[in-house]
Every structure is written in structure tokens, then in C-alpha cells.
């Protein structure tokens, strides 16, 4: 089981806007930055959101991310079909002193 | 650019030892701060941080595998490895090398992510 609770699906039609949530706690998200990764089908994992909500040079601003205390978000706007993917949250854990990812939600676009 | 790859057994007997290499393309491994990080993913399952490592030998390691795992690293060859002892059939998984990079803001915040990873490679654990 996950210490960062993602849904383990979303779903949306092309053009539209999809959210995916992290949810997690304070000794994680409440105190360190959360990191989002994609990963297209039969790839490496790709990063996505660094530090909440910045955006490594190459990725669309199609895709943001937002925090707030214990719970982050990933939206993707303008939905493509190339966005079909799995997406991950993942943070340093300062109980754990370790990393610790979400689950993981795959992204259908219908 | 810098690029990641990870070498090693495909295949390896339960109860024995899984080792992999990660080789880095350029002289980057003692040329910053960064450090080098081995994650795992089960077939049809979630990522998983298995350790990390920086140049000067200081390593992290998950709670969970702590036990079995040793992480080195060899800068004259920019290589960094894994161990990972007594495997079962829990241990299978795509095995990713990826570096964690760091800087710090204005405001002296730290801020970490992986933001290079190899391709993966595939350890199956089987007799």
C-alpha cells in the first residue's frame, strides 16, 4: 500500500481538462515538494511537475501542478490522445527518510 | 546529454544475490552534487525507491529493503551499482537507475526529483 493515495483511474475526452490528486501527510507532502512523472506505455518514468508546480524545459504548459498541506494535483488541459499514460506522485518522506511514490493513475482519454 | 544505463542478469535463481550496474555517459558522477538513485517496478504495479547513493559513498536506502540492499559506486568508471541479496519472486522487476537532482532557491529551500532515467531493465527471479 501506497503512503501517497492517487485514484487508480481518470478518464476524459480529447480536449477536455482532467485532474489527478496525491493525497498524503505531513511528515511528506505537508513538509517537502511533490515530484509528478509520466510514463507512456513500455517506457522509463518521465518527469512531469517538479517542486509542486514547475515544469521541466519540453514539457507542454498543458500540464501543472499545484499543492496545498497534505494534498497535490496534477491537471493537464487541452487533453490529447499522446496524454494516455500512467501518472505518478512522488515525495521525500522525512519519517521514512526515503522516497515514496503513489500508486500511479492511469489516464484514459476516451 | 547525460544519458543512464542500466547492465546486469535477466534471470536470477531465488535466494541468490541481484546485481545491477548503471553506467553514466559523461564525467558526471563526482561532477556534481547529485545522487544516483535505483527504483523497481513490478510488472503491472507501481514505482518503487529501492536507495540512493552520492559520489562520496553516502547512501539512503528504503526501510523496507534496508536489510538486503547495498548500493556503491565507482566514480573512476562512472558507474553505480546494486546489490540486492536472498531474492524471491517478489523481486521481479523492471530495475531503473536514475539521478536525483538537486538545488537549492533563493530562499536556501532544497529542492530534490529524479529528473534522468536509463530505460530499465528487466530482472526476472526464477529457478
Known amino acids: 500500500q501506497s503512503v501517497l493515495t492517487q485514484p487508480p483511474s481518470a478518464s476524459g475526452t480529447p480536449g477536455q481538462r482532467v485532474t489527478i490528486s496525491c493525497s498524503g501527510g505531513?511528515?511528506?507532502?505537508?513538509?517537502?515538494?511533490v515530484n509528478w512523472y509520466q510514463q507512456l506505455p513500455g517506457t522509463a518514468p518521465k518527469l512531469l511537475i517538479y517542486?509542486?508546480?514547475q515544469r521541466p524545459s519540453g514539457v507542454p504548459d498543458r500540464f501543472s501542478g499545484s499543492e496545498s498541506g497534505t494534498s497535490a494535483s496534477l491537471a493537464i488541459s487541452g487533453l490529447q490522445s499522446e496524454d494516455e499514460a500512467d501518472y505518478y506522485c512522488a515525495a521525500w518522506d522525512d519519517s521514512l527518510n526515503g522516497w515514496i511514490f503513489g500508486g500511479g493513475t492511469k489516464l484514459t482519454v476516451l | 546529454q547525460l544519458q543512464l544505463q542500466e547492465s546486469g542478469p535477466g534471470l536470477v535463481k531465488p535466494s541468490e544475490t541481484l546485481s545491477l550496474t548503471c553506467s553514466v555517459s559523461a564525467d558526471a558522477i563526482s561532477g556534481s552534487d547529485s545522487y544516483w538513485g535505483w527504483l523497481r517496478q513490478p510488472p503491472g504495479k507501481g514505482l518503487e525507491w529501492i536507495g540512493s547513493i552520492h559520489y562520496t559513498g553516502r547512501t539512503f536506502y528504503s526501510p523496507s529493503l534496508k536489510s538486503r540492499v547495498t548500493l556503491s559506486v565507482d566514480t573512476s568508471q562512472n558507474q553505480f551499482s546494486l546489490r540486492l541479496t536472498s531474492v524471491t519472486a517478489a523481486d521481479t522487476a523492471v530495475y531503473y537507475c536514475?539521478?536525483?537532482?538537486?538545488?537549492?532557491?533563493?530562499?536556501?529551500?532544497?529542492?530534490?526529483?529524479?529528473?534522468?532515467w536509463g530505460r530499465g531493465t528487466l530482472v526476472t527471479v526464477s529457478s
Open positions: 505531513s511528515s511528506n507532502l505537508g513538509s517537502n515538494n
Open positions: 536514475a539521478r536525483r537532482w538537486n538545488y537549492y532557491d533563493d530562499s536556501g529551500n532544497p529542492h530534490w526529483y529524479f529528473d534522468l
Open positions: 517542486s509542486n508546480d
